[in-house]
């Protein structure tokens, strides 16, 4: 580092003295920007430091090493340089913004906001503070709120390079690739020898897929800065996704160079590859779990190196990783490492494949972790289950993650049998969206991964994101079917369905951005090819165990001990020889061929002994058939025949080894006809454990009796479970020496169902689903759904219980699990009721398509049923094909309730204003507070009060408002009962009389009429838009609210509305914030306040201090307002009913009050009609919005 000297100059010597001190800082600024580049930063806070020394004065250097700090999360320091740096420059910009970096950094996020709301007001035309305030909310997680400050900042500086880049890296970080390339470019434009410009734009195109274009603007960046950390690191994700490890490591240290990312400090050396025998080395992992679990692999090797392995790990990951073989001790990363631990060296553990040398294709691919036996526990499925399948569906990031009521049509396929093993943030939703009947949430089981492992290791196959459980998965040799984005991490590469990582992995890939659907449709198609395997293996399974041969060796496996002698009479090819060295075998098979097949397989074994021979008494002359033929293999031939040879007896075989004279004897009688022959052969000695099969007429059994034997057989007749006493019965039996009992189970833990469990389960659904109809037509519906949930229990494709639990789930506001209870119940057979319900549901959730097939298939069921011709009907409205709606509901208003109402909403959307009022009264509403006053129906009142009552939401009130004048030209007076945040609005209309609210007293009246009805009663006069602009004033008690006076235009925001969940967000009108010619303003109260905090919009969107507690003050905000925009809310009904321009944000979704095919109101003549898009995107409508609002904005600047 270059130093200053002391100079003693002259006067004559200053000026030059003073060039050359310029000199030697711009020197030490070019030394420090390159260590900054190489990702030195405590190189360059030291340059820094020096520059300082010798100018106090240099505010870039300060500003510099404030930034240095800051990477590296030395957040004190850089407040202490902010500090000083205002100290000489009190005004600095660049120090105020990065004094809040600082203090956000430090969790002091209050005193970093009040120092951007004050550099707002001081310089809110500044770029660069609002460059600033868009980090903060970013790192917040704010981010539409950091995009509108970004796009403002462009706005106000359309050529400020720093904006256009910083708005290209915050779409691209949230996935907008398309969008960021084109900022990209604009900056590339503006700063074509910026090499981060390069890279950037390269990463985005590598995540559109367009490799080509990418490595081009990779190398041109590293031309303009072979130091760009940026570069190196898009050019290691290329080599990755291609398939070139060997080459992708010497990019990927770069990785290193970035900010704030160093090298942990730890002891010992860094391990460079070389001889690590006898030597302790520790294994730092980064922040991916992902890797850590990839990169486990490798850790065994190591070992077999020589080397003793310490894992500095992942809190999460400790737990699991402390059985993995060739680990002496596991640390948590998140303590220090003991003092008195001895490293010699450290790595990380994502470099162990470059130090080891692997390429892609020499990976270690068995698997290399496991489940803690202490963490297993038995996962219980129904008997029909043929598959248990996990889902984790939360991804790396938005782009990876999968919308969960998307998955739930894995529900819908026979054999499968769904279980959640998400942990995350987002686990809740599982339990919210479906049901235990559709998906089992294991996640409360779930601390750490340990215990995750525990559960998949009880599972069959696990579907998931790119997430940490999908690796895990893959990492414990579990087949698992991955979906991927169509912008996956580079470690997928591309073009495959395979990962050299995970051999037990197949890729699901996206096309493109968007719906999750398509893939997860492949998915299911391959869950039921594996359906169809397993239940294929399955049946061999149960096959098997039904088999003498899987009986006895259940039996034979369960009482061989060792040190026993084992007498496996007519051993045959040997399959019931124990694969064990503690036992001798005598194999005896009496044939030739298949004593050399026993040879070939047992000759070199050394407990096994051949014996070719018969058994029974001595001398018998035999054939011996390698086939058996009626069950046997072995015959006995008349005398003077010749044959095989002579059988001989078992004491003889054993006289002739006294070495095993000690051992006990487990008999195995496989010789069938034989077997009274060969018990009589053994006089000398007795058996402890006997195997054998009777038959009808065999004495063995009655000899073992006789001999003292207990006998016995397997309750169940196949190889599993308990036995019970032998009664005679053909079949296999056991026979056991006295004082030898019986174990608890035999065979293995489990089999599977037999048809006859899976039909018993199946009638105890139907049993069960038979009581939930009973005690839910008692209207006991809690019970009624524990009925049907232990119904589905046992049968999950129970169509009773999938129809009914659907219709429950369905009332909940649970639209995708009810459709997938519907399917479940259709694919058991179509019921009309079942598939109308689906078509409902699949309507609601605007699937138009498939609700169209659902509704046709119960009308071709019942062509001329009024309820599915109402279903018909609604989907017609709400596919934009009113007429046809309409005349379908004309034919139904006599036969299904409702229909006249609707038919009424879909005459006004369709502008038919006077027939539509003039059958308001079908309208549903709330009763008066005076039902016995006789109901006014329009006449002539003569000076009667009428009891006008609000029947209607806030937002109709308001419209129905206007006809209440019209009542006093009727000669009636109005006493108004209504809401109290109405009350004060419409106590100064004109004709009413008094407000009453809630219970307080009512005065005397003489007819009663509902506000919602006015328009109907008042048909005779005037209806739809009054005379002038506006029907509603500013009350005269409440003045118009102040705000600040400028020349802007003041826009009075109010989002939310009909229909709830889905009217405009706030986070959608935020675009409208990028202008700086807009004044936004929040119309509403409290729960508006709430929405902008939640949303970190407070510098961007104002709300009124104090909110207003009811319309009319939310009339005095309105006043101030130069144009109102916003959902269908009241506050956009108050705006447009008091005359103010009221552009309103519609849903792609029916709402009678807005005419379809109209950008006006027949309603309000102020108001101006903006359509979401049919994809669900507000974007169309809000660019229309924002040209608008400037035209108005130019309009008022004048």
């Known amino acids: ?232 690191l898009v050019r290691a994700d290329l080599k990755l996704m291609t398939g070139r490890l060997d080459e992708f490591w010497e990019d990927a240290q770069w990785r290193w160079l970035q900010p704030g990312v160093n090298r942990p400090f730890l002891p010992g050396n860094h391990w460079d590859g070389r001889s690590i025998g006898g030597k302790t080395l520790l294994l730092h992992a980064g922040l991916s779990l992902s890797n850590s679990i990839r990169m486990a692999r490798f850790v065994s090797l190591l070992a077999e190196m020589g080397a003793r392995v310490v894992l500095w790990i992942q809190p999460g990951l400790a737990p699991l990783l402390e059985s993995l073989d060739g680990v002496d001790r596991v640390l948590r990363n998140d303590r220090p490492v003991p003092l008195d631990l001895d490293i010699d060296l450290f790595a990380a553990l994502t470099d162990l494949p470059r130090l080891l040398g692997f390429t892609l294709a020499d990976i270690p691919d068995t698997p290399w972790l496991e489940a803690p036996r202490r963490k297993r526990r038995p996962i219980v499925a129904p008997p029909g289950a043929a598959l248990k399948v996990g889902l984790a569906w939360a991804g790396r990031d938005l782009d990876a993650a999968i919308p969960f009521p998307q998955l739930l049509r894995l529900a819908e396929i026979p054999g499968l049998v769904l279980f959640a093993l998400e942990f995350s943030l987002d686990a809740p939703v599982a339990a919210l969206s479906a049901d235990p009947s559709l998906v089992t949430d294991l996640g409360p089981t779930v601390a750490d991964y340990a215990d995750l492992a525990g559960r998949i290791a009880e599972l069959d196959v696990v579907v998931a994101a790119d997430c940490v459980t999908a690796h895990l998965a893959g990492s414990m ?89 084992l007498v496996d009479c007519l051993s045959g090819d040997g399959e019931f020889i124990p694969a064990r060295g503690d036992v001798e075998t005598l194999a005896v098979e009496p044939n030739a061929k298949m004593t050399e097949t026993l040879r070939d397989r047992f000759g070199m074994v050394s407990t096994v002994e051949i014996i070719p021979a018969a058994l029974g008494t001595e001398g018998t002359t035999f054939l011996a058939s390698p086939a058996p033929k009626g069950g046997r293999r072995v015959f006995a031939v008349p005398p003077g025949i010749p044959g095989h040879g002579e059988t001989i007896s078992l004491d003889h075989v054993l006289a002739q080894r006294p ?40 004495t063995a059994a009655a000899q073992a009796k006789e001999a003292g034997f207990s006998l016995w057989r397997l309750a169940s007749g196949i190889a599993h479970g308990p036995v019970a006493a032998f009664a005679d019965e053909p079949g296999m039996v056991l026979a056991l020496a006295p004082g030898i009992n019986p174990v608890e189970h035999y065979g293995p833990p489990d089999v599977p169902p037999s048809p006859q469990d899976i039909a018993d389960a199946a009638e105890e659904a139907e049993r069960l689903t038979r009581d939930g109809i009973a005690l839910q037509a008692t209207r006991r519906l809690g019970d009624a759904a524990a009925a049907y949930a232990q119904a589905l229990m046992r049968d999950p494709f129970c169509a009773g219980a999938n129809a009914n639990k659907g219709v429950m789930m369905h009332m909940a506001g649970r639209r995708d699990a009810a459709i997938s209870c519907y399917r479940r119940a259709l694919g058991q057979g179509l019921t009309a009721g079942v598939a109308a319900n689906l078509g409902t549901a ?51 208003t006599e036969k299904r309730p409702g229909a006249d109402w609707t038919l009424v909403q879909i005459l006004l959307a369709s502008g038919h204003m006077d027939e539509g009022l003039a059958k308001f009264g079908t309208r549903p509403g709330i009763p008066s ?44 007076l109005v006493v108004l009962h209504c809401h109290a945040e109405l009350a004060a609005l419409l106590d100064d ?6 407000v009453v609210v809630g219970d307080d ?101 104002e709300a009124a201090t104090p909110p207003p507690v009811d319309l009319a003050e939310t009339a005095g905000i309105i006043a101030a307002m130069d144009v109102v925009v916003g959902g269908d809310t009241p506050e956009l009904h108050l705006a447009a009913a008091m005359g103010k321009p009221a552009w309103v944000l519609l849903p792609d979704a029916f709402n009678w009050r807005w005419p379809q095919g109209r950008e006006d109101s027949p309603w309000y003549p102020t108001a101006r009609v903006f359509r979401q898009s049919a994809d669900g995107s507000w974007g169309h409508a809000l660019s229309r919005v924002a040209a608008g609002l400037r035209v108005l904005a130019a309009k008022k600047r004048g």
């Open 1 to 232: 580092m270059m130093d200053v000297e002391d100079l003693e100059l002259g006067d004559e010597d200053t000026e030059a003295a003073g060039d050359a001190a310029a000199a030697i800082i711009d020197a030490m600024m070019e030394e420090a920007q390159l260590a900054r580049r190489d990702g030195d930063l405590v190189g360059a806070i030291a340059s820094y430091g020096s520059i300082i020394d010798s100018d106090p004065g240099h505010t870039e250097a300060r500003l510099a090493m404030a930034e240095c700090h800051r990477l590296l999360r030395q957040p004190r320091e850089a407040l202490q340089c902010c500090v000083k740096l205002l100290a000489v420059d009190p005004g600095h910009m660049g120090a105020r913004v990065e004094m809040a970096e600082a203090l956000h950094q430090m969790g002091r996020n209050e005193e970093a906001r009040a120092i951007h709301d004050l550099l707002l007001h001081e310089r809110p035309d500044s770029p660069l503070t609002w460059c600033g305030l868009a980090r903060l909310l970013a790192d917040e997680d704010h981010a539409p709120a950091a995009e509108a400050c970004l796009r403002r900042a462009l706005a106000l500086a359309p050529g400020h390079g720093p904006s256009l880049a910083a708005l290209a890296r915050h779409l691209a970080r949230f996935g907008r690739h398309a969008e960021a390339v084109d900022g990209f470019h604009d900056a590339i434009a503006l700063a074509p020898d910026q090499a981060m410009h390069h890279a950037g734009l390269a990463a985005s195109l590598l995540a559109l897929g367009r490799m080509d274009e990418a490595a081009q603007r990779v190398e041109r960046a590293l031309l303009l800065d072979e130091g760009c950390v940026e570069a190196h």
């Open 477 to 565: 040799g579990k087949p698992v079917l991955l979906m991927l984005p169509s912008n996956a991490h580079p470690r997928w590469m591309r073009d495959t369905d395979r990962s050299p990582w995970y051999p037990t992995i197949t890729l699901f890939r996206k096309d493109s951005p968007g719906d999750w659907r398509a893939v997860i449709e492949r998915v299911g198609t391959a869950l039921g090819h594996m359906v169809a395997e397993n239940r294929r293996i399955r049946d061999e399974q149960r096959h098997r165990a039904a088999s003498a041969a899987a009986i006895q060796q259940a039996f034979l496996a369960a009482h061989l001990r060792p040190g026993d002698l």
């Open 659 to 698: 070495g095993l004279a000690a051992r006990r004897i487990v008999l195995r009688l496989g010789q069938t006809g034989w077997e009274a022959d060969i018990l009589a052969g053994l006089k000398d000695r007795q058996a402890a454990v006997m195997v054998f099969e009777h038959r009808q007429g065999a």
């Open 842 to 892: 699949l309507r609601e959730l605007r699937r138009f398509d498939e609700a169209e097939i659902a509704t046709r298939q119960a009308l071709d069921s019942s062509p001329d049923n009024p309820d599915f011709l109402y279903d018909l009907a609604l989907l017609r409205r709400d596919q934009g094909r009113l007429a046809e709606a309409a005349a379908l509901l004309r034919r139904l």
């Open 929 to 972: 507070p005076r039902p016995e006053l006789p109901a006014w129906k329009g006449e002539h009142l003569a000076a009667a009060t009428v009891l006008v009552h609000q029947d209607c939401d806030l937002a109709d009130a308001v419209m129905m408002a206007r006809f209440i004048p019209q009542i006093a030209a009727r000669g009636g």
């Open 989 to 994: 209309v004109s004709g009413v009389e008094q």
């Open 1001 to 1101: 007293l009512l005065p005397t009246c003489e007819r009663r009429a509902a506000l919602s009805q006015l328009g109907r009663l008042l048909r005779g006069a005037p209806t739809g838009r009054p005379s002038s602009l506006s029907y509603l004033n500013l009350p005269d008690h409440v003045r118009p609210r102040r705000f600040a006076k400028d020349d802007r235009l003041r826009v009075g925001l109010c989002w939310g509305g009909r229909p709830a969940g889905r009217a405009c967000r706030l986070t959608d009108l935020l675009n409208l914030a990028a202008d700086p010619e807009l004044a936004l303003t929040a119309l509403g109260g409290e729960e508006l306040l709430e929405d902008i905090l939640t949303a970190g919009t407070h510098t961007l969107v």
